[in-house]
């Protein structure tokens, strides 16, 4: 398990494969075309054809020796695993990565040519050590064989075709990603659901110290899961979308809306509000336990950060009343906090089928009450469906 994988709790509240509803009927129409390109093609069509954007480069998983390593592998005739990509919907020969999204960015940054220096530079090589160093300006002067050799190699790739429904390519992508290192649905969303507000979101959100430290984590998650924390807490306050109990479909409304309301150039201000509700979180709550599971019987905190229990207690701390009361007096509301556990409904909520509308509803409602009791402020709910 990753280090990322671990710091959060495992309470089905994450999206997975639940919430793509998928019938066979809906892979009848797909067909798959094998479309094998050679570096010199791909490398010559990939800004036109591919959706690499500079904001998933930043958050690049691969290390500069990975993607040196890549490049020499090109370089031996080594095999390297397949690229899938799928067609846009009404553009042709425009594609999205389902699979392989860090080899193609590799393959960009080695050959971006647009920085003084030229790309990435070769570092790490073991069999091929004497390009230690090279970039390609370099190499097209030093080593003409070895530029033959790379512009030759072969990538397989394979092109997705006739796909009608987003959920389809999710669950596509959560398949190829489940048995190994589960992949944010975040980066699929980044590709399906293009547009200023999702780019800014990525951008302002590797920015948040405060978030990072919520998460334990000491720069911005490659997976972006620091952005889906974001973008869900988002939603939930919007207060326009209702839930109906599938946080993929919510999830994506909310972000196609803010798509279609921001204005490029513009700033997230719901960020810096998060930045600021999770200060206090963060200052009310000893010893790293914000957003994390209460445990009476052992009087003390799970340590994986909790998805559900956020949703509330960030929706909560999103009021600047229910701040101040907590900076005010951050013991009362700390033991407020651990009170609430002794509710065997609500941990239930917050344990099992979290996703759920009732158990979205209760946690909201049981916990907002309990603020209201003890402090005397009434919050807005966000806008959940009605399943009574």
Same mark, same amino acid.
């Given at each position: 398990m990753s280090d990322i994988e671990?710091? =959060?709790?495992?309470?089905?509240?994450?999206?997975?494969?639940?919430?793509?509803?998928?019938?066979?009927?809906? %892979?009848?129409?797909?067909?798959?075309?094998?479309?094998?390109?050679?570096?010199?093609?791909?490398?010559?069509?990939?800004?036109?054809?591919?959706?690499?954007?500079?904001?998933?480069?930043?958050?690049?998983?691969?290390?500069?020796?990975?993607?040196s390593k890549f490049i020499e592998s090109l370089i031996l005739g080594i095999?390297?695993?397949?690229?899938?990509?799928?067609?846009?919907?009404g553009e042709r020969n425009q594609f999205l990565v389902l699979d392989g999204k860090q080899r193609l960015s590799a393959i960009k940054e080695f050959f971006d040519t647009s920085n003084e220096g030229g790309g990435l530079k070769l570092q790490g090589l073991e069999d091929l050590s004497d390009l230690n160093g090279e970039s390609w300006l370099s190499l097209k002067e030093s080593h003409p064989k070895v530029v033959r050799a790379i512009d030759a190699a072969a990538i397989r790739t394979a092109v997705i075709r006739g796909w009608q429904r987003d959920d389809v390519l999710y669950e596509i992508f959560h398949r190829l990603n489940s048995g190994s290192v589960r992949l944010s649905p975040m980066e699929l969303r980044m590709s399906l659901i293009r547009g200023p507000f999702v780019r800014?979101?990525?951008?302002?959100?590797?920015?948040?110290?405060?978030?990072?430290? &919520?998460?334990?984590?000491?720069?911005?998650? !490659?997976r972006m899961k620091d952005v889906e924390v974001a973008i869900r807490h988002f939603a939930f306050q919007d207060f326009s979308i209702e839930y109906r109990g599938n946080l993929k479909e919510f999830l994506d409304a909310y972000?196609? !809306? &803010?798509?279609?309301? %921001?204005?490029?150039?513009?700033?997230? !201000?719901?960020?810096?509000k998060l930045e600021k509700l999770i200060s206090v979180g963060l200052e009310v709550f000893p010893n790293r336990s914000f957003s994390k599971k209460f445990v009476p019987g052992k009087d003390g905190f799970e340590g994986a %950060?909790?998805?559900?229990?956020?949703?509330?207690?960030?929706?909560?701390?999103?009021?600047?009343?229910?701040?101040?009361?907590?900076?005010?007096?951050?013991?009362? =509301?700390?033991?407020?906090?651990?009170?609430? =556990?002794?509710?065997?409904? =609500?941990?239930?909520?917050?344990?099992?089928?979290?996703?759920?509308i009732s158990a979205t509803k209760f946690r909201y409602v049981s916990w907002y009450a309990l603020i209201k009791k003890e402090f005397g402020i009434d919050l807005r709910l966000p806008v959940i469906k009605d399943n009574a």
């Open positions: 671990s710091l =959060f709790e495992e309470d089905e509240s994450a999206e997975g494969s639940s919430d793509y509803k998928i019938n066979p009927s809906d %892979f009848a129409d797909i067909f798959i075309v094998p479309s094998d390109w050679t570096v010199s093609t791909l490398r010559s069509e990939l800004v036109d054809i591919v959706d690499l954007e500079p904001h998933f480069q930043r958050r690049s998983v691969w290390t500069a020796r990975a993607k095999p390297i695993p397949q690229i899938l990509l799928a067609e846009r919907k800014e979101a990525i951008q302002q959100t590797a920015e948040c110290g405060n978030l990072q430290r &919520m998460l334990g984590l000491k720069n911005p998650d !490659k972000c196609r !809306k &803010m798509n279609e309301e %921001f204005e490029v150039g513009q700033k997230i !201000k719901a960020v810096e %950060f909790n998805r559900a229990i956020f949703d509330v207690l960030g929706g909560s701390l999103a009021s600047e009343a229910v701040q101040k009361a907590a900076q005010d007096d951050p013991e009362k =509301f700390y033991e407020v906090y651990k009170s609430i =556990f002794s509710n065997t409904s =609500f941990v239930r909520a917050v344990e099992s089928t979290t996703k759920s």
